[in-house]
């Protein structure tokens, strides 16, 4: 039930927590399952055509009754690949997943910024601090893995960090989802020519900083560049993957690229990026403009190492 105790927001309860959403916003309004005619009123979105080919489906949860897919219309995001030591990653992964290697003894740690400028769930920022593993009913060698993957645009992933600076998006991701997530003040601007990020501890202070030069985009049309994740999480009832679809509409990569910053200070993003040990970045990826369908998860088997 939606009350509003202040003019420019309503609260909505999920699962056993209750949470602020802004008044007349796209949630307050649809509850997750919107007019797509009416989004694509908006200038900020290109089109829908993406998610007209994509069904919502209603289903329970732990935060309650809800629609799935969730979906993203106007999003923005830079992603650091970076080198780091098998090792280090393993150490920190539960028994149960395995890192995908590039090469023996080396794989890959992901920090990423986003920005959801339209969604299901409103305007928020996110970041994420995330190692690439072997799918996790797959007993081959890593580097066919990996071949595999990129060749068909779908990675597998463990998160260790996902800071959000809205209640809905924690709630939803933490209790829904099993994501590592928590609210803090968190700035991310992605433009044509830059793209920054701050990212706060519990103070106020400095947990994550970031920026660099944004690579040469190329724009696509809507459906011909999408890529796929899953992402594992451990909830109450055993092992689950959440699946999410990407429609790139403008991007860019550098590979090596010069004149990256990643600043680390204190807090629970910046600990995982230290305890990972990466040594060098691969590439940076930036999407000035792209779109997103993210499925509620679904409980899995995951092979034993």
């Given at each position: 039930m939606a009350s509003s105790p202040k003019a420019d927001t309503v609260k909505f309860e999920l699962g056993s927590r209750t949470v602020s959403v802004p008044k007349g916003g796209l949630y307050d309004r649809y509850r997750m399952n919107p007019n797509l005619d009416e989004i694509e009123a908006d200038p900020r979105v290109?089109?829908?055509?993406?998610?007209?080919?994509?069904?919502?489906?209603?289903?329970?949860?732990?935060?309650?009754?809800?629609?799935?897919?969730?979906?993203?219309?106007?999003?923005?995001?830079?992603?650091?690949?970076?080198?780091?030591?098998?090792?280090?990653?393993?150490?920190?992964?539960?028994?149960?997943?395995?890192?995908?290697?590039?090469?023996?003894?080396?794989?890959?740690?992901?920090?990423?910024?986003?920005?959801?400028?339209?969604?299901?769930?409103?305007?928020?920022?996110?970041?994420?601090?995330?190692?690439?593993?072997?799918?996790?009913?797959?007993?081959?060698?890593?580097?066919?893995?990996?071949?595999?993957?990129?060749?068909?645009?779908?990675?597998?992933?463990?998160?260790?960090?996902?800071?959000?600076?809205?209640?809905?998006?924690?709630?939803?991701?933490?209790?829904?989802?099993?994501?590592?997530?928590?609210?803090?003040?968190?700035?991310?601007?992605?433009?044509?020519?830059?793209?920054?990020?701050?990212?706060?501890?519990?103070?106020?202070?400095l947990d994550v900083g970031f920026s660099a030069a944004t690579p040469r985009q190329k724009t696509f049309r809507s459906g011909d560049r999408v890529s796929s994740l899953t992402s594992y999480t451990q909830g109450a009832n055993g092992w689950q993957e959440t699946f999410n679809q990407t429609n790139v509409l403008a991007a860019g990569s550098a590979r090596f690229p010069r004149g990256v910053n990643l600043e680390l200070g204190e807090?629970?993003?910046?600990?995982?990026?230290?305890?990972?040990k990466p040594f060098r970045t691969l590439r940076l990826d930036v999407a000035t403009e792209s779109q997103a369908a993210l499925h509620m998860p679904v409980t899995t088997s995951v092979r034993s190492n």
């Open positions: 290109r089109n829908v055509d993406f998610f007209r080919g994509l069904s919502k489906t209603k289903v329970d949860s732990p935060i309650g009754e809800t629609y799935t897919p969730n979906f993203y219309y106007a999003m923005s995001s830079a992603r650091l690949t970076l080198l780091a030591p098998s090792s280090a990653i393993r150490a920190r992964l539960p028994k149960e997943l395995s890192p995908l290697e590039l090469v023996p003894g080396v794989g890959l740690v992901s920090v990423i910024f986003f920005r959801y400028d339209v969604a299901d769930i409103d305007f928020y920022t996110e970041a994420a601090v995330g190692v690439a593993v072997r799918p996790a009913r797959h007993g081959g060698l890593g580097a066919f893995d990996l071949i595999t993957d990129l060749k068909n645009d779908h990675l597998h992933s463990y998160v260790f960090s996902l800071p959000v600076n809205t209640e809905i998006a924690q709630v939803r991701g933490h209790d829904g989802y099993g994501f590592p997530k928590w609210v803090t003040d968190l700035d991310v601007d992605i433009n044509a020519k830059t793209s920054t990020a701050r990212v706060a501890n519990e103070t106020g202070g807090g629970r993003m910046s600990d995982d990026i230290r305890a990972l």
